[in-house]
């Protein structure tokens, strides 16, 4: 069985006991967090839309995270202006229990 789910503006294709690292989601590590499905299968059988309001997807989450460091460096030719920043995005990893 799989499901789909949106969270942090972003879709995707989970099953349980998969693990997936997903925008920062502000809760502890080990809490169970129950995301909205959009759409859920298992074989042929698809439900989606108003079939598939009120099904949950229950994940928890197994670790707060950052991803490696972005350098940013921007410049303007033949003015000597460089600026050199650098980013972590957050991530929140959660592995998907069940589909509700």
């Known amino acids: 069985m799989f499901a789909i789910i949106e969270t942090g ?14 925008e920062r989601l502000d809760v502890e590590e080990g809490t169970t967090v129950d995301l909205k499905a959009l759409l859920t299968g298992e074989g042929e059988n698809i439900t989606v839309g108003s079939e598939a309001e009120g099904k949950t997807v229950k ?18 030719a033949k003015k000597n202006v460089r600026k050199r920043q650098g980013h972590r995005q957050y991530y929140t990893r959660i592995k998907i229990d069940a589909i509700v």
């Open 9 to 22: 503006g972003k879709q995707y294709r989970v099953c349980v006991g998969d693990v997936l690292d997903v």
């Open 59 to 76: 994940a928890t989450v197994v670790r707060q995270l950052r991803a490696p460091k972005v350098i940013v460096f921007k410049y303007k």
